[in-house]
């Protein structure tokens, strides 16, 4: 998936250090991220002594090349900004997920430069990825929001959906986790929302970090309870239906936690 790149190793905890020749710089706008593409390869800005001077801000590593926020783009005139969607299908493997989970940090930290209690500038902590207000001690976070993907399984059928709007392959009920609730609740809540179906059995199959929405994604499969006619809900789906064990859909994208579970599924271990 997405965030397996062994042999390479992400560290991210949070131990600060002076950049060095070699280290990655993330610059973002607007959701964006400095980069260059040739040939479905991508390149980051990797810094020399004069460009080190911009990185504003530590984020993580991967083995031993470590990537700073930057605070301006100058010394990088041949890159140019790209979106999530354009980078996420590109190679190395490592250098993608570092750049996308970069790009979901470094946006965190452009989007919440000012206290939403009283307005104060913010600050950086010192010991971990925080901002704290130094007028009234808020304290604010990375926003990780959880939510499921779920294969919903009739015998030798899975339940496949199509959003009514953006992506347009076949993919698995989902949705994010409302307050108040458990994840098991978020998707019986889900599925019966989406497509009118009871399930039961709901069982755990693995995560995934997906950096496009800032989302912890919590994959589960479990089985059809009673009646299997679709209720759909037509604001959130245009489509949804059971497919044969035998006749499910290719998926394009074999990186994301949708495609591992539907692959899953075809192969019989779940
Ligand atoms: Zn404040």
């Known amino acids: 998936m997405f965030q397996d790149i062994s042999p390479h190793i992400f560290n991210n905890q949070y131990v600060p250090c002076d950049p060095k020749e070699g280290d990655i710089g993330i610059f973002v706008q607007n959701g964006t991220v400095l980069c260059k593409v040739e040939e479905g390869t991508l390149s980051m800005p990797v810094l020399d002594r004069q460009s ?72 950086p902590s010192a010991e971990e990825h925080m901002l704290f ?3 009234c001690g808020n304290q604010i976070y990375p926003r990780i929001s959880p939510a499921i993907i779920v294969a919903v399984r009739d015998g030798e059928k899975l339940l496949l959906t199509k959003y009514a709007h953006g992506y347009s392959h076949y993919a698995l009920v989902a949705g994010f986790a409302e307050s108040g609730e458990t994840i098991e609740e978020t998707v019986k809540r889900e599925v019966l929302e989406e497509t009118g179906i009871h399930v039961k059995n709901i069982t755990y199959f693995g995560s995934q970090p997906w950096p496009h929405s800032g989302s912890l994604l919590l994959g ?14 037509e604001s959130e789906l245009s489509v949804g239906t059971w497919f044969d064990r035998a006749s499910l859909p290719v998926q394009q994208n074999t990186l994301s936690l949708t495609s591992t579970l ?3 599924f075809r192969n019989g271990t779940i």
């Open 52 to 123: 080190s001077k911009s990185a504003s801000r530590y984020l993580f590593s991967i083995d031993d090349i470590n990537f700073f926020r930057l605070s301006d783009k100058d010394s990088f005139p041949d890159f140019s900004t790209r979106t999530y969607h354009e980078l996420f299908s590109l190679s190395p493997d490592w250098l993608v997920f570092g750049a996308l989970t970069a790009l979901r940090l470094a946006t965190w930290y452009e989007e919440n430069q000012y206290c939403g209690r009283c307005g104060s500038r913010l600050e």
């Open 133 to 135: 207000c130094p007028r």
């Open 220 to 233: 589960f499969y479990c089985d059809l309870d009673g009646d299997n006619s679709i209720t759909l809900q």
């Open 262 to 264: 539907m692959e899953s």
